[in-house]
């Protein structure tokens, strides 16, 4: 193949001869060094922990070393070892301090490999990483993830667990130099003494007791150190709603708000926001394990929002986030993969319902019509407000009852929960409740609640659904149907309903004439919903004849989607990584429709209820 060089074509040299000398593209070279470091993280574990190579040609020079360098040395491989496998995550994302450490342990576990295992093959290795680091500098420039002192715990527990591990491997690698024949609980024993600086109860000859003991103490020491390090490292905390931003965001929902159904969602104050140079648009986001999630399509006039998904793009390239966004409208798709190149994956649809079109009557309705005609003859009654319009008293009296329905320990919501009820800035929310006299409830009469958040000046959509366990089935289908036939009074005309994730494909699939393809996906997610009931969810909404407004997941790769999947189950709540119960503060606030993406156990009981 012809290169040119400055127009001219000088010489031909083959394409894999050109990409090798060239070298590896920029943008590759961080996932490359993150591999390599992973690689010789495991060579310098394994030179400290195995014996080193007496037959080696570079004994003879390490034999004039002092005596206590050799275990030393092991110690100090197995540590830059264990240190590089927990870097290498870090380099992969370009981070600047990840870079820093490595450029600092690579000098110093081929140091220890040579004066331990005489090893030239691992020095060289350790050497040539490092001049890739040095080269590719500028590579690695990525800010720090949010983060918390929680991290500390996770590090002692993680890294104790592994520490005792290796530290088994390492008291069983001189099998020839153990004195008599200790079973597992002698060696797990001495791993405990060891972690810990004390001699165990196991014996070695030949000076091998030496370099177990630095070994295992390298082990306890860097545990002891990490832990330490995380525990009182300063905080660099999550993105927070401030009160000027709140400000900025309500002033433009006041102007767009009308447009998209999830833009009073941008109000949660556990999100961040990046704003337009103009500040006529902006993007809401959260950083769950290092994905940049934004919900919903951008706040604000339609004009400007490529100037905020820039923002939002510079800041994920920064800290060397995955950016993907959950629930985008097809506008905000088509916008978001204009402006970006990413890619778009229609996720599900939202169940809106036109005020004017509905109605109880007809044969579509009967069911509904007559769940709700029932619980009404079992003396259940219906009030729909404003928040504004109710008492303090009665606020908090809703709140708490809220909370206390809410069945499960995790907050749940993100794109399509607000998280909180009565705030003075949310006057133009709806409440619907049901009542029903009953001495023996906490919460007197109130037996179910759902709250809107406002849509525009003339809809509302779905944010949180509760009920009394004790109650009749069918709380949602009366408090929803209240709502709407409320909604003229109200002025509200168009109602937004739960996310019914793949709605279309199970629609579709169980229509006459489906094709094997669409039958065999369908009856996948039907297989699914033994476990997240995405089939009852959907079911459920279609019992009140909405239309299906399509939404979209924005995404940058297609290996990055199980990622991102992952990420979006810990912003909704289904999945909890947090310390337990007996640990945490119980918050109070009530959160969460619990149905935004994935249906909870405890929706599909209600969903089920009904």
Request: charged share 25%; proline share 5%.
């Amino acid at each position: 193949m012809s290169v040119t060089v400055d127009g001219d074509k000088s010489r031909s040299v083959p394409d894999r001869v050109r990409r090798i000398l060239r070298g590896p593209r920029p943008e590759k070279v961080p996932s490359l060094v993150g591999t390599a470091c992973t690689l010789i993280g495991l060579i310098d574990i394994a030179a400290g922990v195995f014996p080193r190579f007496r037959t080696s040609r570079m004994h003879a020079v390490a034999e004039v070393l002092p005596g206590t360098l050799g275990p030393l040395s092991a110690a100090l491989s197995l540590s830059a070892g264990v240190l590089l496998l927990l870097l290498a995550h870090g380099l992969k994302r370009h981070k600047r301090r990840a870079w820093r450490a490595a450029v600092v342990l690579l000098p110093l576990g081929a140091v220890a490999q040579f004066v331990w295992r005489h090893s030239i093959v691992g020095v060289l290795l350790s050497l040539a990483l490092l001049a890739l680091l040095l080269r590719h500098r500028r590579e690695f420039a990525a800010l720090p993830d949010p983060r918390s002192r929680w991290k500390a715990l996770a590090n002692f527990v993680l890294m104790g667990a592994g520490s005792i591990a290796l530290g088994l491997v390492i008291v069983s690698a001189h099998p020839r130099r153990v004195v008599g024949g200790p079973g597992l609980t002698d060696r797990l024993e001495h791993v405990l003494y060891g972690l810990f600086g004390f001699e165990g109860p196991i014996r070695y000859t030949g000076g091998a007791d030496w370099t177990v003991g630095y070994s295992l103490g390298a082990l306890g020491m860097l545990t002891a150190l990490t832990t330490v390090y995380l525990a009182f490292r300063p905080e660099h905390p999550t993105a927070r709603l401030t009160q000027d931003d709140e400000t900025r965001l309500r002033a433009l929902l006041d102007k767009h708000g009308a447009r998209d159904s999830l833009g009073h969602f941008a109000l949660r104050r556990d999100k961040g926001v990046v704003f337009s140079p103009s500040g006529k648009a902006a993007v809401c986001y959260r950083v769950v394990s290092g994905v940049m999630l934004a919900s919903g399509d951008p706040i604000g006039d339609v004009e400007a929002w490529p100037g905020a998904i820039e923002r939002f793009m510079d800041e994920a390239k920064a800290h060397s986030w995955t950016p993907a966004v959950m629930g985008c409208s097809e506008t905000g798709g088509q916008v978001w993969t204009r402006e970006t190149g990413l890619d778009a994956l229609e996720l599900g649809d939202e169940a809106v319902v036109d005020v004017a079109d509905f109605s109880l009557a007809g044969r579509a309705m009967r069911n509904v019509r007559q769940m709700v005609k029932r619980i009404e003859r079992n003396g259940y009654t219906t009030q729909v407000r404003r928040v504004r319009d109710l008492s303090d008293a009665e606020l908090e009296h809703v709140r708490r009852a809220a909370a206390d329905w809410r069945g499960t320990d995790t907050e749940r919501g993100f794109s399509m929960a607000l998280g909180r009820i009565g705030d003075p800035g949310d006057g133009d929310a709806v409440i619907a409740t049901a009542h029903k006299d009953d001495p023996d409830s906490p919460y007197g009469d109130l037996k179910a609640i759902i709250h809107f958040v406002p849509w525009g000046a003339d809809g509302m959509s779905l944010e949180l659904m509760r009920r009394d366990r004790s109650a009749d089935p069918g709380m949602n289908e009366l408090l929803i149907v209240a709502a709407l036939q409320e909604s003229p009074r109200l002025g509200i005309t168009r109602v937004s309903l739960n996310f019914a994730m793949f709605r279309a494909a199970l629609a579709r699939g169980e229509k006459i004439g489906a094709g094997p393809v669409l039958r065999v996906w369908r009856g996948l997610l039907v297989f699914l919903s033994r476990w997240f009931q995405i089939e009852s969810l959907y079911k459920f909404n279609a019992k009140f004849q909405p239309r299906w407004e399509p939404r979209f997941v924005v995404y940058r790769k297609s290996r990055d989607l199980p990622r991102i999947g992952f990420a979006a189950m810990q912003a909704e709540g289904f999945v909890n990584l947090d310390l337990p119960r007996p640990f945490t503060r119980r918050r109070t606030a009530a959160t969460a429709r619990p149905c935004a993406h994935i249906v909870t156990p405890q929706a599909d009981r209600e969903v089920r209820a009904a």
